[in-house]
């Protein structure tokens, strides 16, 4: 598996109910970011969870950092439709230059009304 | 505070034209990085650079591919004699030293070589 692997590959769930996405990495990382991207469309940032914190929340996402298991979940709770959209880990590992990311191959969500 | 703009958002190219892909950076931003993302994949890492230099390469093939970032005006990727392989959507993201590691990403330009 590579840098960066999110699981499941899709997902589909109604409306009001939690979605969770799982995301493993291989090597050490200075931080973890989660990313959403609607069909056909740009990147945009969720949250940044740095490699020294175990959990943090943005609104209604939560998302967690095990760095002993190399690996990450995003939450979202109360799911709505608008929510639908390709969601994205990417790391910026310690061993690579500038902060460079390494996408994982992303999670497609549908949350149906 | 504009954010990253990138442009053009859609280019059609005949196979063996060039590309030119465009990406202006936040204002203050200094490092800029291209990434590609084929049909129904992640995003991959392409080239980093900072003003006038090209810090990081590893990810951009050797051939017909290169990336500049002038003291001047936006950085420009470009692709010679294109091939259909060539067809993905090519993301720019910035970073400022203050930013925290966030990397702030453009629209993206949607490249089909026909």
């Known amino acids: 598996s590579q840098q960066g692997e999110e699981d499941p590959q899709a997902l589909s769930i109604q409306e009001g109910e939690n979605a969770t996405m799982n995301c493993s990495y291989k090597?050490?990382?200075?931080?973890l970011q989660w990313y959403r991207q609607n069909s056909g469309r740009g990147l945009v940032h969720l949250i940044l969870?740095?490699?020294?914190?175990r959990e943090k929340h943005s609104g209604r996402l939560r998302v967690t950092l095990d760095t002993s298991k190399k690996s990450s979940s995003l939450l979202i709770t109360a799911s709505r439709a608008a929510d639908t959209a390709s969601y994205f880990c990417?790391?910026?590992?310690?061993?690579?230059?500038?902060?460079?990311?390494?996408f994982g191959e992303g999670t497609q969500l549908t949350v149906n009304p | 505070n504009a954010g990253v703009m990138q442009n053009p958002r859609h280019l059609v190219r005949r196979r063996g034209q060039e590309a030119r892909l465009r990406c202006s950076p936040m204002?203050?931003?200094?490092?800029v990085y291209w990434y590609r993302q084929l049909p129904e994949e992640g995003l991959k890492f392409m080239v980093y650079?900072?003003?006038?230099?090209?810090?990081?390469e590893s990810g951009m093939p050797k051939e017909r591919f290169s990336a500049e970032f002038p003291k001047e005006g936006p950085s420009i990727l470009r692709i010679q004699q294109v091939v259909r392989g060539d067809s993905a959507a090519y993301f720019c993201?910035?970073?400022?030293?203050?930013?925290?590691?966030?990397?702030?990403f453009g629209p993206g330009t949607r490249l089909t070589v026909l």
């Open positions: 990417a790391t910026d590992a310690v061993e690579t230059s500038g902060s460079r990311l390494t």
């Open positions: 090597t050490s990382i200075n931080n």
């Open positions: 969870i740095r490699s020294n914190e």
């Open positions: 204002k203050g931003h200094s490092h």
């Open positions: 650079l900072q003003k006038e230099n090209i810090i990081d």
């Open positions: 993201a910035s970073l400022g030293l203050a930013a925290g590691n966030e990397q702030f």
